[in-house]
């Protein structure tokens, strides 16, 4: 088991290809500034005040193939929320100071580092763990593997300790990173992760609606086009049904932001 404090951010550029519409795994002309959220979307729209800083958060896709055909896991968010209310998407939520000291069982791999490390000075490590920890507090689902956890556990990781359960970070891979954007009450520079549940999960558990999601369900990737979706989670299982019919896939996680001409979309 390894615990690693943030270090310091290597410097690192996104790649210099820009991603044009034909380039979106989606396939459809003008499917990149599709996206991303529009004004008619059911999403608060505020122009009479500055837009929040986004804060940094991360999403985990677990993806089933015991199956004819593969299925992610998805649930609805509460009505109540402000942000993205009565929406399917994938588990996931804020970082927070304490997820980068969490005990794990393993570390993410190089090349899964090295993106997250892309103008950011957090630690790539704490982005997997929140998705982990997110995913276990959402779902009830444990990324990880059975280990003697130390007595005491960085805030938001008690139940970790408690269930004798290292989080897993290896078979995480980073998919793609969005920012809401400006005017919204709620922005965040969101770091997507999907992973395979039968190496990821500790067991064959089933998920649990609780406060946060309800309806959590395992849906091919056809059905879940069908719910009521986030344009980047839209976006997202575009990307994810990309990588599961490409054996070498050799793209990098597309990073969708707005800058002062737009919509824009970079491959890390």
């Not at 210099?16 to 459809?28: E, L, R, W």
Request: charged content about 30%; hydrophobic content about 40%; overall charge neutral.
């Amino acid at each position: 088991m390894t615990s690693r404090a943030p270090s310091t951010a290597r410097t690192i550029t996104v790649a210099d290809t820009s991603i044009t519409a034909a380039d979106s795994p989606i396939t459809a002309a003008g499917m990149v500034p599709s996206a991303f959220d529009k004004e008619g979307d059911d999403d608060v729209i505020l122009k009479n005040q500055r837009s929040p800083r986004p804060k940094d958060a991360a999403t985990l896709i677990l993806v089933r193939r015991d199956g004819p055909k593969p299925r992610v896991l998805m649930g609805k968010r509460s009505g109540g929320h402000v942000f993205m209310p009565d929406k399917y998407v994938f588990p996931g939520g804020r970082v927070d100071p304490e997820d980068s000291r969490a005990v794990s069982w393993c570390e993410l791999r190089p090349e899964v580092e090295d993106k997250l490390r892309i103008q950011t000075r957090r630690s790539p490590r704490a982005f997997a763990l929140t998705a982990i920890r997110e995913t276990f507090e959402e779902t009830g689902l444990l990324v990880a593997r059975p280990a003697e956890m130390p007595d005491s556990a960085p805030k938001g990781w008690a139940r970790f300790h408690e269930l004798d359960a290292a989080p897993h970070l290896s078979p995480l891979t980073l998919i793609g990173r969005a920012i809401t954007p400006p005017y919204r009450p709620r922005r965040f520079d969101a770091r997507f992760f999907m992973a395979d549940a039968e190496e990821a999960l500790i067991d064959k558990r089933p998920p649990v609606d609780g406060a946060e999601l309800s309806d959590l369900q395992w849906v091919t990737l056809d059905d879940a086009l069908d719910l009521d979706l986030p344009s980047v989670t839209r976006f997202m299982l575009g990307e994810i049904g990309e990588r599961l019919s490409v054996r070498d896939f050799r793209k990098g996680p597309p990073f969708l932001r707005w800058t002062r001409t737009g919509h824009s979309m970079d491959r890390l």
